[in-house]
């Protein structure tokens, strides 16, 4: 069980608080296209003004790669952030991030009002965890927050290495969520526990298969992944995604599941297309060989349906990686139904970042689930059992 401390376990009327916030949005000529990092860092934010802190945030934006690049500024997270707060947030514009502008502003500050700092990789050493940034971070406040779970599987200055120089470093709401549903229900889960893996390769999910092994009832596979393990079974994959040299890999898994009791469901059917493209010619195949040239892009509507049948009776679900090329519409209906038995069953159902995430949220089905992780990476590696560095540093409770 991982317990954090987190900004409700602390008082800071009348104090400095560093927040570390994930404001890495698009930007098209310096327009914010989604604004929904903003938005999920507001609770954090309006707690700490209620409390009466004065409040430094931080974040990066892009890769500056450590040094300043205007076009990847934060002036515009400021003029937005201070339309959705309905107070000023005062930008520090220093090129060294912490600079004579951000120390006066922090000097000039009352309790409750907001400055945010420069892009943090304007600074060479933010992303190699250097101590001169760390200090110079940790000098402007007597308290740290970190909300940042997108960048919370990496080691910076910003997130890691400024808690050495801070006596106090907490967790905001939206790193308390994450802890909550990646990590404790996932350790800890309400039975029947499902995991769904999708995605392109087997190889970049090994050691998630192979963490959910020893916690799942049932682990279903979907996705271009699913060929390296029909071919482990002896079929004929034409040429849909193969990883050869993960084969025996996949081989080995079949056997651990079935030694441990794990219910692993592949695929009992596919759509199969002549060429990669929302052009081709289709098909529906059963587990025949797949003919020589065509490749499965989606997993077919049996095995769709016994899918959502598996997902029915579970009380937690995580899901990391699409069923098929959800992006080309005509093989999206895969990850379209699992999508839907998500949304109608009972369980706490966990989306997994990146393209899972993306595919939930352009289906429609966001507001259905339980908990849509923020972080690709992070969640992945959460997945994976690690530990994650942005995480261990914050106090324990
Ligand atoms: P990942 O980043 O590993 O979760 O992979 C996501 C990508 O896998 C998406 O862009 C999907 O289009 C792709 N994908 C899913 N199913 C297949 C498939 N059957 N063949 C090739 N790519 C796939």
């Given at each position: 069980m991982l317990n954090k401390k987190s900004v409700d376990d602390i008082n800071v009327k009348g104090k400095k608080v560093l927040v570390r916030c994930d404001f890495n949005v698009p930007l098209q000529e310096g327009k914010i296209t989604d604004e929904n990092r903003l938005v999920a860092a507001l609770p954090t934010i309006k707690k700490l003004i209620a409390d009466g802190g004065k409040i430094i945030l931080c974040s990066h934006l892009g890769k500056p790669k450590g040094e300043p690049k205007p076009e990847l500024s934060l002036a515009p997270v400021a003029v937005r952030l201070s339309e959705l707060l309905g107070q000023e947030v005062k930008f520090a514009a220093d090129p060294e991030v912490v600079g004579p502008n951000a120390k006066a502003a922090v000097e000039a500050m009352k309790d409750g009002e907001v400055i945010l700092l420069e892009n943090t990789r304007y600074r060479a050493e933010e992303t190699k965890n250097g101590e001169a940034f760390s200090k110079d971070l940790a000098s402007l406040c007597d308290v740290f927050v970190n909300d940042a779970f997108g960048t919370a599987h990496r080691a910076h200055c910003s997130n890691v290495g400024v808690t050495q120089f801070v006596d106090t470093a907490v967790v905001g709401y939206l790193m308390q969520k994450e802890i909550d549903f990646l990590g404790n229900a996932v350790e800890n889960p309400e039975r029947p526990f499902v995991a769904i893996l999708g995605g392109a390769k087997v190889s970049s999910k090994?050691?998630?298969?192979?963490?959910?092994?020893?916690?799942?009832?049932?682990?279903?596979?979907?996705?271009?992944?699913?060929f390296t393990f029909i071919k482990a079974q002896g079929e004929s994959v034409g040429a849909s995604l193969l990883e050869e040299d993960y084969v025996q890999y996949a081989a080995d898994m079949i056997k651990k599941a079935e030694e441990k009791g794990v219910k692993l469901l592949l695929p009992v059917d596919s759509v199969i297309a002549d060429k990669f493209s929302n052009d081709a010619e289709v098909k529906v195949i059963g587990r025949e060989d797949i003919p020589e040239g065509w490749m499965g892009l989606d997993i077919g509507p049996k095995t769709a349906e016994l899918y959502a049948e598996a997902v029915k009776s579970a009380k937690t679900v995580v899901w990391n990686g699409p069923m098929g090329c959800?992006?080309?519409?005509?093989?999206?209906?895969?990850?379209k139904a699992v999508?839907?038995?998500?949304?109608?069953?009972?369980?706490?159902?966990?989306?997994?970042g990146g393209d899972s995430a993306a595919a939930v949220n352009q289906l429609g089905y966001g507001d259905k689930m339980t908990h849509i992780s923020t972080g690709g990476g992070a969640s992945l590696e959460f997945l994976e059992g690690k530990e994650l560095p942005g995480v261990a540093a914050a106090n324990d409770l």
């Open positions: 090994i050691s998630v298969i192979e963490n959910l092994l020893d916690k799942v009832d049932t682990l279903i596979i979907g996705g271009g992944m699913t959800f992006e080309m519409p005509k093989f999206a209906a895969g990850t999508a839907e038995a998500l949304s109608e069953t009972d369980a706490v159902t966990i989306i997994g």
